[in-house]
């Protein structure tokens, strides 16, 4: 038996070495390197599979219609698992092939990007949080590589207020609004935003905590019934939005007075609760469906040449696919800003793709000409705002699909801003950051 | 040949009562100590640092933890990752509301916090054992997670309840750079392994030993159950505490409760079943099989693939990887249902043989 393990053990030390020893292949000068610490298995490998598999695809596409400017970019996947423990080894193993010219990190995961906030900013390497991840990283001066672009929980929950007090023709005076969250942190960011609103705004909010997983919920739904609320706002993530559209509908609560944040509002959410997730609402950052663009000339390049990223094609256009192109989108727009300054057709060193992030201007003329018109809000960063844009819209679900409601909504800046200011400076007084001053970046 | 104790005389209580009373032994073990503190920092890559051997250490102590209170004193606990979340909240409430604490005493007592919270947890198996005892500290599990998320205070009123922990300073040096830390959390780990195999081998240890093994048997020959086993539940938590201590402030820098689930006391657990119950070594090794080798597997199947043209992509790989490292844990676990440690004892006994077995 002995013998045996040691066959094997020589084995795998062999192939170890071999591997090692291939390693450090030779890449072509200008390119640029996405590490992508991506989750195709696990809890929530449905979710990672299409947001990745969109991300993947527009990187491909690029390529395909000659690269940013000429640029190629190159990537390498490493699977998660959604693990902070395992995301943090897979940054670990690409952080040196992303040093010289890297792309903006995604990782999908507000843990991840909780244990990556210090360690990219000390690697300087440029970390994205797309409507997830350490809201506060919006003020930049703490947070020079943290970008929480396009928006945050608070300015999303602010922006559902803003929704909410339209509906009711301007005023929330009086009403009673049932915040009904994932007991994480995840669920817990939005809560001093809703505090803050309520406060503005006079209605009544009564916070109601769902444990994970949240696959039983009578408990709380037998409490909304009983407190009669005028809206439920869920920030819900994975089966526990599933089972509260399921539960409200058996409590006889109307889904139309049910909003979910951009976790709770994909496919994946609504199409396993049948029929009672008809009339249900969410925010969202992007829209769903092939009608954009860019997304249908994705499937005709792309999946034209058999390079398409999904092996389920159902998924094209979906939330999270279109969310995922999106995230690309940024993150080559960021590439193409810093190009423009420093150099058309090279590749972009850190420092450069920070810039570019910092000074991304995606208007709505740029979104029109990429074939992405709608598909985004225009987002405009500065070193004081990393977030860029705080806008959703409100879509619902018809029965078989997500149908936008509004405009692009802006969350209450001149509320929620200061929050993340002052979270900010607490932080840096923690760790003992000297912010960086605003006034002389350019 | 090399591996023989042959003229190796034992003239004093001293000699022959030391950890390791064979001198190979001891040669063998300070080598591995030189190797560790001298030769690996300076030849190590910062990816081996932060994402080997810093956690492997770290669940190594944890693991170590648990095997003091499941392997010696036969009390089945699934809630050392909770005990691990206690003592990663206390560090970080200790260095941040204490002005001034020095980094190292704020370990302590969170190990100390943790210890008490074990002592609390642990009473339930004054009366009921086995697996009975086992969904007791499930309890310890939920309780501790729900309330770290519950009470705004304990994460310092962060709005998320994740915590982010400052800088680590001994004696007015910085501990940024991963040797540096790895340095730290290998000091701090070599030294709680060193008390914890003297422990094992004293009254204490026998102690824990004589209750796993029968406790009516023990209780009748003197030994207090009470005591025994509740000093079990504190060394254990301590060492769990320690663990998630250093998890927090050399490891992954920010912790949230969540992190600490089910699924990492279930990882430890698997740890000291794969290792060896009941060893010291054992700790080290399960640890190392189960950080390691999906590691290993992450790297090697994709480059696998790419070699013989297999149509995989990476999804496949990773259910590949996962499958792979489920029939591996069997293999290991019906070849030798004692554990790797077990496995480098019959390792010694062949090499003391060697090369005239009979």
């Known amino acids: ?442 | 040949m090399f591996y023989r104790e042959t003229g190796q005389f034992k003239t004093s209580y001293a000699a022959d009562q030391q950890i390791f009373p064979i001198r190979q032994d001891r040669i063998g073990i300070m080598l591995l100590l030189v190797v560790a503190f001298v030769v690996v920092p300076l030849v190590a890559s910062n990816y081996w640092f932060n994402a080997i051997l810093i956690p492997f250490l770290i669940f190594s102590l944890a693991a170590l933890g648990l095997n003091i209170l499941t392997g010696y004193a036969g009390q089945l606990s699934l809630g050392s990752a909770a005990f691990m979340a206690v003592g990663a909240y206390a560090a970080y409430n200790f260095q941040v509301r204490v002005e001034g604490m020095p980094i190292l005493a704020s370990f302590v007592l969170a190990g100390l916090t943790a210890a008490g919270v074990g002592i609390l947890f642990g009473l339930p198996s004054l009366r009921i054992k086995g697996f009975y005892l086992a969904v007791a500290t499930l309890a310890a599990q939920f309780f501790i997670v729900w309330c770290l998320t519950k009470f705004p205070y304990l994460s310092n009123n962060s709005s998320s309840g994740v915590i982010s922990v400052p800088g680590i300073e001994v004696f007015g040096m910085k501990f940024d750079a991963p040797q540096e830390r790895y340095l730290l959390v290998l000091a701090i780990v070599a030294l709680l392994a060193l008390a914890a195999k003297n422990m094992v081998r004293s009254t204490t240890g026998r102690a824990w030993m004589a209750v796993r093994d029968m406790d009516v048997a023990a209780e009748v020959i003197g030994i207090r159950l009470m005591c025994t086993k509740l000093l079990a539940f504190a060394v254990s938590s301590f060492y769990c505490g320690v663990a998630g201590a250093l998890y927090a402030f050399c490891y992954l820098g920010s912790v949230e409760p969540d992190g600490f689930s089910l699924d990492l006391s279930f990882k430890i657990l698997f740890m000291i079943i794969v290792g060896g119950v009941g060893s010291v070594l054992g700790s080290f090794l399960g640890a190392a099989f189960i950080l390691l080798l999906p590691i290993f597997l992450d790297i090697f199947l994709p480059w696998l693939s790419g070699v013989l043209q297999l149509p995989f992509d990476g999804a496949t790989v990773s259910h590949i990887q996962l499958m792979v490292f489920g029939a591996l844990i069997m293999f290991f676990l019906i070849v030798e249902p004692h554990g790797l440690a077990r496995l480098w004892q019959i390792g010694k006994e062949k090499l003391r043989l060697w090369p005239f077995p009979h």
């Open chain 1, 1 to 442: 038996m002995f013998k045996r393990i040691k066959q094997v053990a020589i084995a795998a030390s062999i192939a170890a070495a071999c591997l090692a020893a291939t390693l450090p292949a030779a890449r072509a000068a200008e390119e640029q390197f996405f590490m992508l610490p991506d989750y195709r298995v696990g809890p929530y490998g449905a979710n990672g599979q299409s947001f990745y598999g969109g991300f993947i695809d527009y990187l491909n596409y690029v390529n395909m219609k000659g690269g940013i400017d000429g640029v190629q970019i190159a990537w390498e996947e490493c699977e998660t698992e959604y693990n902070n423990a395992k995301g943090v080894e897979c940054y670990e193993r690409l952080k040196s092939k992303a040093q010289k010219a890297p792309g903006p990190i995604h990782t999908m995961s507000t843990g991840i990007s909780y244990a990556l906030v210090d360690k990219s900013a000390a690697d300087k390497l440029p970390l994205a949080m797309m409507g997830y991840g350490l809201t506060s990283a919006v003020d930049g001066s703490v947070f020079p590589w943290s970008f929480p672009l396009v928006t945050t929980y608070q300015m999303q929950a602010s922006a559902i207020i803003k929704f909410l007090k339209d509906k009711n023709g301007g005023s929330l005076a009086g009403k009673k609004i049932v915040f009904l969250y994932h007991d994480s942190a995840y669920g817990k960011e939005p809560i001093l935003a809703l505090e803050a609103e309520a406060r503005l705004n006079k209605y009544t909010l009564v916070q109601i905590p769902v444990a994970h997983p949240g696959n039983e919920q009578g408990a709380q739904w037998q409490r909304i019934r009983q407190e009669q609320p005028d809206y439920v706002i869920m920030w819900g993530w994975g089966v526990m939005n599933m089972t509260a559209i399921k539960t409200a509908q058996k409590m006889g609560f109307p889904r139309e007075k049910m909003i979910g944040s951009w976790w709770a509002g994909s496919e994946e959410d609504t199409v396993p609760a049948g029929d009672a997730a008809k009339g249900y609402m969410s925010a969202t950052w992007n829209v769903a469906g092939k009608g954009v663009p860019l997304i249908a000339d994705i499937e005709k390049t792309v999946y034209g040449a058999g390079k398409g990223n999904l092996k389920d094609t159902s998924k094209l256009g979906t939330i999270l696919y279109n969310r995922g192109v999106s995230a690309a989108v940024l993150s080559v727009e960021a590439i193409r800003t810093a190009q423009a300054k420093y150099g058309k057709g090279k590749a972009m060193g850190p420092e450069q793709v920070r810039w570019g992030l910092e000074n991304l201007n995606l208007t709505d003329a740029r979104l029109k000409a990429l074939g992405a018109t709608g598909l985004l809000p225009e987002v405009k960063t500065s070193c004081d705002n990393h977030e860029g844009s705080g806008k959703v819209k409100m879509q619902q679900w018809d029965g078989t699909k997500w149908v936008p409601l509004t405009d692009w909504i802006e969350g209450n800046k001149q509320l929620i801003h200061p929050l993340f200011k002052a979270d900010a400076a607490k932080y840096a007084k923690e760790k003992g950051i000297t912010p960086r001053d605003c006034s002389k970046e350019k």
